[in-house]
């Protein structure tokens, strides 16, 4: 069954440090989803992708934040400078399309703990 | 308020029992719910979706839907120890983004 991607599996980083995430969805999957997952709550929504486009990024802490899908295929999602409280699961999903009938397939997360 | 409510504590049951979840929500109009597991460490896995009143089974799930009174809740039966994880409850919000519940922790006790 085809899986989506990411990596790195674990990251460690100092405060303040630049941290990447890579994302490859589902091969057809038009909807990309980044979500963080603190310990012991629930996914919660930074941004959603239409093919290389933003549909949703209200709760994407832009001053720190970014992400981009260029060629509406795979994803990163980046952090600069990274904080104490950014400490989480860094989920994707990707879905074949945005409708709300489209399960959401996840990959394995990359935990990131910022020291 | 916030979209989905998962409030009830760690939930221990001994194997072979029934687990009760259950999750509440506040817009009347949502049309559609999901049930995701998640093992520790791992990423969310769907097991269960419903969009009418009434009972849905799949296996051992089943799902419950109540609009009137805004819940849904998942039903375990014969609960083994591979069903111990924490179980997230989801429905579309605005964007059709989904929004998830902050979860149940179920430990099924061999």
């Known amino acids: 069954e085809a899986e989506v991607a990411q990596s790195p599996r674990y990251k460690i980083t100092e405060k303040s440090q630049a941290v990447a995430f890579w994302c490859d969805p589902i091969?057809?999957?038009?909807?990309l989803y980044w979500y963080r997952q603190i310990l012991g709550q629930g996914p919660e929504l930074l941004v959603q992708?239409?093919?290389?486009?933003?549909?949703?990024d209200s709760q994407l802490p832009k001053d720190r934040f970014s992400a981009e899908r260029l060629k509406g295929v795979d994803s990163t999602l980046k952090i600069q400078p990274a904080e104490l409280g950014d400490s989480a699961m860094y989920l994707c999903?990707?879905?074949?399309?945005?409708?709300?009938?489209?399960?959401?397939?996840f990959g394995n997360g990359t935990r990131l703990t910022v020291t | 308020q916030k979209e989905v409510e998962q409030n009830s504590g760690p939930l221990s049951v001994p194997e072979g029992a029934i687990a009760s979840l259950n999750c509440t929500y506040s817009?009347?109009?949502?049309?559609?719910f999901f049930w995701y597991r998640q093992y520790s460490g791992k990423s969310p896995e769907l097991i269960m979706f419903?969009?009418?009143?009434g009972d849905k089974e799949d296996g051992r799930f089943t799902a419950q839907l109540n609009k009137a009174s805004q819940y849904v809740s998942l039903l375990i039966r014969d609960s083994q120890p591979s069903d111990s994880a924490t179980y997230l409850c989801?429905?579309?919000?605005?964007?059709?983004?989904?929004?998830f519940g902050k979860g149940n922790q179920v430990v099924v006790i061999p």
């Open positions: 999903a990707s879905s074949h399309n945005q409708g709300w009938n489209s399960p959401l397939h």
């Open positions: 091969s057809g999957h038009a909807t």
């Open positions: 992708f239409q093919d290389e486009s933003v549909v949703d």
């Open positions: 817009d009347r109009g949502s049309q559609s």
């Open positions: 419903i969009y009418s009143n």
């Open positions: 989801a429905l579309p919000g605005g964007n059709n983004r989904l929004a």
